[in-house]
């Protein structure tokens, strides 16, 4: 059984910084790109934020993310790890864990994880 199981969140002034980390199990993790997903309180959909190819490392950010997020994954523990500097209160969003098996065309989410930004 495929699980995604986040961790991290929590209460941070704006300026602060949060670690979250994504941690995989029920499937070869190291053959797949992730990514992190967010819900902002009041949107209908949730945005993408950031994700990490296989091999080479290649990341991509959302434009309102770059310079301040950095992902990162470590195939040895089966986990990508998201961090959050300098973080403003529109960054306030549930924050999930996300990957696409595409020849079975299957999304996988993560039960994601609360950050909170005050102003």
């Known amino acids: 059984e495929v699980q995604l199981v986040e961790s991290g969140g929590g209460l941070v002034q704006a300026g602060g910084s949060l670690r979250l980390s994504c941690v995989a199990s029920g499937f070869t993790f190291d053959r797949y790109p992730i990514g992190w997903f967010r819900q902002v309180p009041g949107k209908e959909r949730r945005e993408g934020v950031s994700c990490i190819s296989i091999s080479d490392g290649r990341s991509d950010y959302a434009d309102f993310v770059k310079g301040r997020f950095t992902i990162s994954r470590d195939d040895a523990k089966n986990t990508v790890l998201l961090q959050m500097d300098s973080l403003k209160p529109e960054d306030t969003a549930v924050y999930y864990c996300?990957?696409?098996?595409?020849?079975?065309?299957?999304?996988?989410w993560g039960q994601g994880t609360q950050v909170t930004v005050s102003s």
């Open positions: 996300y990957f696409h098996k595409v020849l079975i065309n299957r999304h996988y």
